[in-house]
């Protein structure tokens, strides 16, 4: 069952909704199979062909399914410490970033490993070492930004091949509040204009940077951001909760999160819809709500996806307008 909040004939303060848009959950997505365990998902993403990669933590990481939740393959056993994002890039590559070890992995679609940033199992704040990286975006032309992300509080740029070309907000420092400091950057994506969105968490705000890292906008207090993801028409999706009271500043703001809500922005950060699902319990969470949802996914027919950490499954909502 499913929630939405937002319809044709509601107006933003900032401008024009969508027309009213209803999802509802395919409670047999994925096809359940005996030898993939469950196990905390923290990532999805899809390629061109729509087929859906889910990152999980378990053995093994990352499996692939078609949109009707058949198993295509699996991959990655023994290769992840402790999965966190998951992104394709314009040639299909996949790349993951490891929380785990430090590092963010480029793979073929079949699991080969091609290039790593950062250095395995040790963690920094120079050119060449992340702490903690948690995702990343890559520019039409191969450059790379990393949000770093839970022991930095910073965006680094690379170019296609890893070579380090600056970054912006702290590294080895307390988080910060101003802008163009971070506290918890736990999302990145780059519209068609070169554009870059961080969803900024401990803050409770998106930040919009050129690539130069020079600050742009904030859209703050409409939701804590966890994850994002962009479609080719720079519609900007969010998953997270709606702000609450924060406490101190290492306290990880929106977590647990009190309800689970999407929200959908074009590129000047007017809302354009708002979609909720009632959150799961650990002791009840049927098909169709939300526990700790922390990325998502939307496919060429607006089919959204969501990966949940306590809920430990991939989910898939029918778009119905």
């Known amino acids: 069952f499913s929630l939405v909040f937002l319809g044709a004939s509601v107006t933003h303060a900032q401008g024009p909704v969508d027309s009213a848009t209803w999802f509802r959950v395919e409670p047999a997505w994925p096809r359940p199979l005996a030898d993939v365990p469950p196990g905390e998902v923290p990532g999805i993403a899809i390629d061109k062909a729509d087929h859906v990669y889910v990152l999980a933590r378990a053995e093994p990481p990352v499996r692939v399914y078609t949109p009707d939740g058949k198993l295509v393959r699996t991959w990655g056993k023994g290769r992840i410490g402790k999965a966190h994002g998951i992104r394709m890039d314009s040639e299909g590559d996949v790349w993951i970033t490891d929380i785990g070890r430090h590092v963010v992995l ?40 990393v949000t770093d992300g839970y022991g930095n509080h910073r965006v680094v740029h690379f170019d296609r091949d890893g070579h380090f070309l600056g970054s912006w907000g702290k590294a080895n420092a307390r988080p910060g509040t101003q802008p163009g400091e971070f506290h918890t950057p736990h999302a990145i994506v780059i519209d068609s204009r070169g554009k870059l969105y961080v969803a900024d968490r401990g803050n409770a705000r998106v930040q919009v940077f050129d690539r130069s890292g020079t600050f742009l906008e904030e859209w703050p207090n409409l939701m804590v951001p966890w994850g994002l993801w962009i479609t080719p028409d720079d519609s900007i999706w969010a998953c997270g909760s709606t702000p609450m009271p924060r406490n101190l500043i290492d306290v990880a703001y929106g977590t647990p999160p009190k309800d689970q809500v999407f929200v959908k922005f074009d ?4 809302v354009k819809q708002i979609w909720g699902v009632p959150k799961g319990t650990e002791d009840e969470q049927p098909p169709g709500t939300g ?18 950490i306590k809920g430990q499954r991939a989910q898939k909502f029918v778009r119905k307008p």
């Open 267 to 270: 590129t000047t950060g007017r």
């Open 291 to 308: 526990n700790w949802i922390h990325g998502l996914a939307i496919d060429s027919k607006g089919n959204l996806y969501a990966g949940e």
């Open 106 to 145: 480029k793979f073929s679609p079949e699991g080969q490993l091609k290039q790593t940033l950062g250095t395995p199992n040790e963690s920094g704040s120079d050119a060449t070492h992340f702490n903690q990286p948690t995702d990343v975006a890559i520019a039409p032309d191969g450059d790379l930004f």
